[in-house]
C-alpha cells in the first residue's frame, strides 16, 4: 500500500514570491506521482505527473516538480507565484507495476492550501 | 459539456434517508471510482470499478453501496443516510492502470 504526507495543510505568500508545497510518500513498490490542482468549487485538476525518465516534470503554467527516490519526495515549486495560483494542491501517488491490490488505484495527500496574497 | 458528469451538485437531506449520486462521463474511459473529500483529509477512495462486472471496496466503503450500470454510469448510494457522510463526493474516471484521473465537479451532500 502507499501513502502520501503534505508536510504543510497552509501556505500564504506574496505575489511574485517563489513558493514550495512538500510531499513525502511511502511505498514498498515502484510509483507514479501526481500533483492535481482544486480551485474553489471546483473538481480537482492534473497538474503535472511523473511516470518515467528525467525526474523533473513541468506543468504549462510554470509549476515543476522533482522525483527525489532517495527522499521519497516530490515536492512542487514555482519561482514566482499569480494571485490566479490561490487553490489547494494534492499530492498523489499510483502503484507503477500492473497486479497487486494497489494497482490502478491513487492515493491522495491531505492537501495544502496556496493563499497568494497582492 | 463536462466530459465527467456528477448530479445531484448539491443535496441536504435528513438523517435516515436514502441517497444517490450518480456518475456519468463522455470518456470511454473503462474505470470510475468514488471519492469522498473531507477538509484536511485530502481524498478518500469509497468505491472503484475497472470494468462493467468488476467492483472493489476502496478505503471507507462502510455504508455506501455502488452500481455500474454501463461503462458510462457509475452510481454511488447511502442506504441510510448520517451526520458523517456529510461531505463533497467526487467521481472520476481513468484509462488503464496508471493512475490518472478525470474528475467531475463533485456533489455537495449535507445530511442533517
Known amino acids: 500500500a502507499q501513502s502520501v504526507t503534505q508536510l504543510d495543510s497552509q501556505v500564504p505568500v506574496f505575489e511574485e514570491a517563489p513558493v514550495e508545497l512538500r510531499c513525502n510518500y511511502s511505498?514498498?513498490?515502484?510509483?507514479?506521482l501526481f500533483w492535481y490542482v482544486q480551485y474553489p468549487n471546483q473538481g480537482l485538476q492534473l497538474l503535472l505527473k511523473?511516470?518515467?525518465?528525467?525526474?523533473l516534470v513541468e506543468s504549462i503554467n510554470g509549476f515543476e516538480a522533482e522525483f527525489n527516490k532517495s527522499q521519497t519526495s516530490f515536492h512542487l515549486r514555482k519561482p514566482s507565484v499569480h494571485i490566479s495560483d490561490t487553490a489547494e494542491y494534492f499530492c498523489?501517488?499510483?502503484?507503477?507495476?500492473?497486479?497487486?491490490?494497489?494497482?490502478?488505484?491513487?492515493?491522495f495527500g491531505q492537501g495544502t492550501i496556496l493563499t497568494v496574497h497582492p | 459539456d463536462a466530459d465527467v458528469t456528477q448530479t445531484p451538485r448539491n443535496r441536504i437531506t435528513k438523517t435516515g434517508k436514502r441517497i444517490m449520486l450518480e456518475c456519468s462521463q463522455t470518456?470511454?474511459?473503462?474505470?470510475m471510482y468514488w471519492y469522498r473529500q473531507d477538509p484536511g483529509l485530502g481524498l478518500q477512495l469509497i468505491y472503484y470499478?475497472?470494468?462493467?462486472?468488476?467492483?472493489n471496496k476502496g478505503e471507507i466503503s462502510d455504508g455506501y453501496s455502488v452500481s455500474r450500470q454501463a461503462q458510462a454510469k457509475f452510481s454511488l448510494s447511502l442506504e441510510s443516510a448520517i451526520p458523517n457522510q456529510t461531505a463533497l463526493y467526487f467521481c472520476?474516471?481513468?484509462?488503464?492502470?496508471?493512475?490518472?484521473?478525470?474528475f467531475g465537479e463533485g456533489s455537495r451532500l449535507t445530511v442533517l
Open positions: 511523473y511516470l518515467s525518465g528525467s525526474t
Open positions: 470518456k470511454g474511459h473503462d474505470r
Open positions: 511505498s514498498s513498490v515502484s510509483v507514479y
Open positions: 472520476a474516471t481513468a484509462q488503464g492502470g496508471i493512475g490518472e484521473l478525470f
Open positions: 498523489a501517488v499510483s502503484a507503477s507495476g500492473a497486479g497487486g491490490t494497489s494497482y490502478g488505484k491513487l492515493t
Open positions: 470499478s475497472f470494468d462493467v462486472k468488476d467492483i
